[in-house]
């Protein structure tokens, strides 16, 4: 299962050589009938502790993306463009700022057509802590899933960015008649290690699954990439539940699909692989793209991957929207037009709410609500909700968290040594700022 890693974008998955697939689209059952009787779990209960200080107040699902959405928006918004209605959303750490944003914003689902979000924390009770690992947080919530009675049960990791169709990966799962699938892209060999490696044969059964391994096996034909597991797996609902009890009962566990469940079943001939690329067939002007932003440069190259002319992550299609909650904001507006005294933005995304006055915004992303005062400079950037910046403030490949305050006359970006002392600098030299950092006391949930 991927954790904390910036793979290299996907646009060329299972291109070359390679195995071949036998599912295609217009074969069997549509997607989109098996993905009404299917069930989703996303996993949203992680911190993501690579992200350092951004998480120290929230779930990494809960984080800030792309001005007004949210990470946890593109598997939720990935269910319903797929028809998967019936989803579970389980949560454990920092989840107040989660479950405030699913509350708000995805509770237009009517139970009365067997259409729900669920929100699942962890049971916590005398006999069950948190969640021990992956496959333990979907057993603690198997009630609910078996209540549903589906046929097919989606495990969903809540912290990648993506847009995938669910009910392809379905028909292909059932076309292959298979017990589990995972779906998996392919990345070069020096990133796998951060990956569950999957081995398969001409059929895309998988025939090996090492999690995280030192030395990662290369695909055949492509001795300088592996085939690596996205942590979304399709399930048999019947075959989930006598697996998770099986690992449930194991003493020698621990309860993680990546260590201690899909090995064995690769060993059995019961576990098969989906190319990622099958799955974005729907998406609109899109080269296929998924991102684990697990890392703080992750974060902030995501961001700015945004505001290229034409970014490989298509947000403005139609057909395929992600869907968040936003509050009723007024547009953003630019103010002052002299020279050096000019609120403008360039290759640049400016979110509803924020207010620019006098100052020039370039290549940077400005999230909801964020006020700029006169005569600063805005470069490379990524500014988080509700940030105030004072007069002649200037910054430069910086990531600024939620509700800070920067003076006038602040400045960072521009000396490494000084950010070093005083904020969080990456291997990048991204600077991470955050109020903690500039001595601010906040009591808001982010």
Not at 1 to 12: F, I, K, L, N, S
Not at 141 to 169: C, F, Q, T
């Amino acid at each position: 299962m991927a954790q904390d890693t910036e793979p290299a974008p996907p646009g060329d998955d299972c291109a070359g050589p390679r195995p071949h697939c036998p599912f295609r689209a217009g074969g069997g059952e549509s997607g989109a009938a098996l993905a009404r009787r299917a069930y989703a779990l996303i996993l949203a209960g992680g911190r993501g502790s690579r992200l350092m200080q951004l998480t120290d107040w929230r779930a990494k699902p809960a984080m800030p993306f792309a001005g007004s959405l949210r990470i946890i928006d593109f598997p939720l918004s990935n269910c319903i463009n797929s028809g998967l209605r019936r989803i579970g959303v389980a949560t454990q750490y920092m989840a107040h700022g989660l479950i405030h944003h699913l509350q708000r914003g995805w509770n237009f689902l009517d139970d009365q057509f067997d259409e729900f979000i669920d929100i699942l924390p962890a049971r916590q009770s005398a006999r069950d802590g948190g969640y021990v690992g992956t496959a333990d947080a979907v057993f603690q919530n198997l009630n609910p899933i078996r209540i549903s009675a589906p046929e097919h049960v989606l495990i969903l990791g809540g912290d990648h960015v993506y847009k995938m169709d669910y009910g392809v990966l379905l028909a292909d799962h059932v076309a292959k008649g298979a017990d589990v699938t995972v779906a998996c892209v392919v990345v070069p060999l020096a990133q796998a290690s951060a990956f569950g490696v999957l081995e398969v044969d001409a059929d895309w059964r998988v025939t090996g699954f090492q999690e995280k391994p030192a030395a990662p096996k290369p695909l055949p034909g492509r001795p300088g990439h592996a085939l690596a597991s996205m942590g979304i797996y399709a399930f048999r609902a019947g075959f989930l539940y006598d697996v998770l009890a099986r690992d449930h009962a194991d003493p020698r566990s621990g309860h993680d699909f990546g260590h201690d469940v899909l090995p064995p079943l690769a060993r059995s001939g019961r576990l098969y692989a989906h190319c990622f690329n099958d799955s974005c067939v729907n998406m609109v002007g899109d080269t296929p793209y998924w991102r684990d932003i697990g890392t703080v440069d992750a974060y902030w190259a995501a961001n700015m991957d945004l505001v290229q002319v034409t970014p490989d992550l298509n947000l403005y299609d139609d057909h395929w929207p992600i869907r968040t909650h936003l509050a009723q904001l007024p547009p953003a507006k630019f103010v002052f037009n002299d020279d050096g005294f000019r609120g403008h933005a360039v290759d640049s995304m400016i979110a509803p709410g924020c207010i620019v006055s006098g100052s020039a915004i370039e290549r940077s992303l400005l999230s909801l609500k964020v006020r700029v005062r006169e005569r600063g400079l805005i470069e490379d950037s990524v500014i988080l909700p509700n940030v105030e910046i004072g007069r002649r403030v200037r910054l430069r490949r910086v990531v600024v968290d939620k509700l800070c305050v920067l003076p006038d006359d602040f400045r960072a970006g521009y000396d490494e040594a000084e950010d070093r002392r005083r904020f969080h600098v990456t291997e990048r030299g991204i600077t991470l700022i955050t109020p903690e950092m500039l001595g601010q006391t906040v009591h808001q949930a982010r």
